[in-house]
């Protein structure tokens, strides 16, 4: 996509928003039944007597049984024909396809909210309204390039009163097969980064040495003990005093994989992720590189350097000491 057809995309992209789903309120299947709550308590394990102990529900309060608030969604569903007929084309499904045509065709559900604020019991109908309520900015994330849309639904019952709403997001995405079969084009979509390493309070030091060209060994201040990865107590004696030494980074192919499925945005092909022994006695996983994948074997020696492997990461990338590969 170049810039010129990525803003023609995203000029009709944002036609979308504000979009009702369905050309009207659409009425549940089935009314709210016991059967499928039931069923539906069964399966989350949900053991709420108000939801399916009729007995105990007419001596409570309220006098009868109710539908547990999540099944909300639930009455409107289309259920599993679905599966066999597709889904019947509404303004999602619409939009959907459109993203699919541009090759956005990855799909991850990523966030349900729900708010109730009347409950529905047995013999009410659910009714629900939606739209596509926002999509974002494109987004470059470990999944790949992508847009989050979000719908809003209300769920009303017979009487029209609003019994609660719901929030759903979605990540549509180029998935990383497409992406990297795409044809390369300069100043056009962002070329897809690793997923960033997460650094919390324990490891965080660490990353910021590698991002200086520098692969940090800890070492227990009380009895020396070389550990790796980060933590903040020793194994050996549970001391929490470290410091550190830095690794020459010779090492030894300990025992290696070569990754071939999913294929990750950010990562070049063939790609050999190995265990490998430092000399200084901790083990490390990084990559091999620099030979074919053949001639890769257990007790190679290997030599590690820094390098930035994308425009935002540094990690150590481990060659064959001249001589090793058979
Ligand atoms: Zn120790």
Redesign the pocket.
Known sequence: MTPEEKKAFEDELYTYVGKAIYSAPRKGYDDVNTAMIRQWSEVMGDKNPAYNDSEWAAKSQRGHTIAPPAMMYAWTQEGYKVASEGRPADGQVEMVQFFDRHGFSGSLGTNVDQEYFVEAKPGDSIFEESIIDSISEQKSTARGIGYFFETYAKFTNQDGVLIGTQRFRVFKFIPPVEAATAPAQDGALEVPTRAVSPRGQDNKWWWDACDEGKILIQR?Q????LRHPPRPM?G????TEWDSIESTLDGEVYSFVEMHHPKFPGYQYPLVVAVIDLAEGTRIIANVVGCEVKDIHIGMKIKGKVEQVDPKTMLPQFYPVAGSAA
């Open positions: 227990c009380n009895c020396q003990t020793c050996e004696c549970q001391s």
